[in-house]
């Protein structure tokens, strides 16, 4: 145990900072927390913890490590809170939703491992889109909450209420662009709500939670959807108030505005919307799923395919990966054809070629690529529409992403990462640099060996 | 020639007409045209490694979105045209592809290293493949998985080098090789091959 100079907190030997002030921790040599989690750096810090990066040394990946405030270890009702979000977790599997591994004690410190992941969170990226004087383009913001509402349906059949869906527990995943909910801190089990006060937060709180009534249920999650929604649609929130009283006021008593009064051009989404953030619970939808799918009709101008793909199923599974190129410039393209095609040398890669988003979405929908060199400035479908559109292509959703932009540069890079990409380039690039950089990531995934093997050709 | 002066080589010729077509749109007082092509020279003559090229195109690019006329532009255009080296013209005649130790011959383009082979094989039109059946990440079967991948070369004949002649035919027919041999590459194997493609 290390006790704090600062703040005469004890803390487990692994942390190098105090989990209550912050303060530096005297090094008492490397530790590994419950003999397999080695701390690498803190990732963020809240009122009950302290959330870090770690390597697990046992399985050699990294995840991260939850802890429980130490002023709250000796609290019997914050460590139920506490255990009960991590088994709340542990019994759910959802690609939309963070994955908890173990839950521990370490030196008395309460804490749990769970899935990093490492991208932005809707709230950061709503801020960076604000900063520029943009949106975030309706058909990817449909898409991320259409992933949500997946993920708050597999909370909901767990038994489990989230209570604080907001847009800074969702994040984008880098690399992938899919949609994660973290954070459930405040998530309720079925059975009687013990402990049900006014938690959340305020801009994103359905009205029963405001009032602390036993009627929390998957409506409430319903209510903090439509609210986030609202958020990462128009960039401002339902109510929009910098006054905490008057914002529960007026989500208790005040009917919602419409998405139109920002945004008149998305007057189709507003009867979805209105329904999700009733007062009543009876009156909104009656789960993610259900909101999910009116607003999957209602945004069919969004939504629906600019192209004919195939359908779900459809289309070939690859025996290797496959690369596709995408760019309007030939000369470019040949140099990304080339670079892929060294960098996955020794491998049956196949590497494709599109000219266009259009024609990249085709081929997408019939042979999902596991990588994409995407040009951002492209006439028609530029790279910001086409991965969002190939973000919902079904078996190419997941595909990583290396953009290469000519022009836009770095100043640029946040329109993508809302998408989900592994890697910003700028033209012009050299081929051996081009090819260092997608052996790398080819290598981390698996696709290209990285110890010499035997095996037929 | 390497493998980059090969592909420099090739690409010049085709950065010649493009600035052809630059200069059509300048003086057409197409800016619109002009931006679009200034800006894909941009970004693959510097790829290609003609720096000097790639900057004067930004320049245009820049100038015309700003608001700058055509004409003025026209300077630019020639001193481009003066930036783009001579290169040697690119050989385009079909030959046999070796991986291996053996004299370079006019029908032959020799390459050392199977990664070399690889680039080569994307450049030019081959009549065969020579290549030795060995393993490991550098080996002769590892050209083999990407040359499957490459549609370029998917029409030459393979003919196998060191191959253990109790394992021939099983290894032929995995690789759809049209010939193996048990030592390595020398001119009595090439010969030999030169009868077959005859």
């Given amino acids: 145990m290390k006790p704090c100079a600062e703040c005469q907190s004890v803390n487990p030997d692994a942390v190098e900072r105090c989990l209550v002030c912050g303060d530096v921790l005297p090094s008492t040599g490397e530790t590994l927390i419950d003999g397999r989690y080695r701390t690498t750096k803190e990732l963020g810090r809240g009122s009950n913890g302290v959330v870090y990066m770690a390597f697990d040394v046992a399985l050699r990946r990294n995840l991260a490590l939850k802890f429980l405030a130490p002023r709250l270890s000796t609290k019997p009702k914050a460590v139920r809170r506490f255990q009960r979000e991590a088994a709340a977790l542990a019994s759910i599997r959802s690609d939309h939703v963070a994955q908890v591994f173990s839950f521990g004690i370490d030196g008395g410190a309460f804490f749990f491992a769970m899935e990093l992941v490492k991208g932005r969170t809707c709230k950061k990226i709503i801020e960076q889109h604000e900063d520029n004087g943009e949106w975030v383009p309706v058909h990817r913001a449909l898409v991320i909450l259409a992933e949500m509402a997946r993920g708050l349906a597999a909370v909901h059949s767990a038994g489990i209420v989230h209570r604080d869906v907001k847009p800074a527990n969702a994040v984008v995943e880098r690399g992938t662009g899919r949609t994660v909910l973290v954070d459930f801190g405040l998530a309720l089990t079925d059975g009687p709500p013990t402990d049900s006060g006014v938690v959340g937060s305020p801009a994103y709180m359905a009205p029963e939670q405001i009032r602390g009534t036993s009627r929390i249920s998957g409506r409430t999650d319903v209510y903090g959807l439509a609210a986030a929604g609202f958020h990462l649609l128009t960039n401002e929130l339902v109510f929009p108030t910098d006054d905490v009283q008057d914002m529960l006021r007026r989500q208790l008593d005040a009917p919602a505005r419409p998405l139109s009064a920002v945004r008149p051009e998305l007057s189709p989404l507003d009867d979805v919307f209105g329904k999700a953030l009733e007062k009543d619970p009876e009156d909104r939808y009656a789960s993610c799923a259900e909101m999910a799918s009116a607003l999957e009709l209602a945004g069919a101008q969004w939504l629906k395919p600019s192209l004919p793909v195939t359908q779900s199923g459809e289309f070939e599974q690859p025996v290797a990966a496959r690369i596709l190129v995408v760019d309007d410039d030939d000369e470019f393209a040949r140099l990304s054809v080339r670079a892929s095609q060294i960098a996955f040398f020794g491998t049956s890669a196949k590497v494709a070629r599109a000219r266009s988003g259009e024609e990249a979405l085709l081929d997408a929908a019939r042979k999902p690529p596991q990588l994409v060199l995407l040009d951002y400035e492209m006439p028609g479908m530029d790279g910001v529409e086409t991965l969002s559109r190939l973000r919902s292509l079904p078996g190419a959703s997941k595909a990583r992403v290396i953009v290469i932009s000519g022009k836009a540069g770095e100043a640029e890079r946040w329109r993508f990462d809302a998408l989900g990409v592994d890697g910003f380039l700028m033209k012009p690039i050299e081929l051996k640099a081009l090819v260092d950089v997608i052996s790398a990531l080819g290598r981390a995934r698996g696709w290209v060996p990285v110890d010499e093997e035997e095996d037929a050709a | ?198």
């Fill in chain 2, 1 to 198: 020639m390497s493998t980059l002066d090969q592909l420099r080589a090739a690409y010049v010729p085709r950065l010649r007409a493009q600035l052809d077509e630059l200069s059509g749109h300048l003086s057409a007082g197409e800016p619109d045209a002009a931006v679009r092509l200034a800006h894909k020279i941009a970004g693959s003559a510097g790829s290609y490694g003609l720096g000097e090229v790639s900057e004067l195109a930004r320049a245009v690019e820049h100038a015309l979105d700003a608001g700058a006329a055509c004409a003025d532009q026209r300077g630019a255009i020639e001193a481009m045209r003066a930036a783009v080296p001579d290169v040697e013209a690119i050989d385009d005649a079909p030959v046999i592809l070796v991986v291996g130790d053996v004299p370079a011959a006019p029908d032959l383009v020799v390459a050392t290293d199977p990664l070399e082979a690889l680039e080569h094989a994307m450049d030019r039109t081959l009549l065969a493949i020579v290549v030795p059946y060995t393993g490991g990440g550098r080996g002769g079967r590892a050209l083999l998985r990407s040359l499957a991948g490459l549609d370029s070369a998917g029409a030459a004949p393979i003919f196998l080098t060191e191959v253990d002649p109790s394992e021939a035919a099983a290894v032929r027919e995995k690789v759809g090789a049209a010939a193996s041999f048990e030592g390595p590459v020398d001119e009595a194997v090439l010969e030999a091959i030169r009868r077959r493609l005859r």
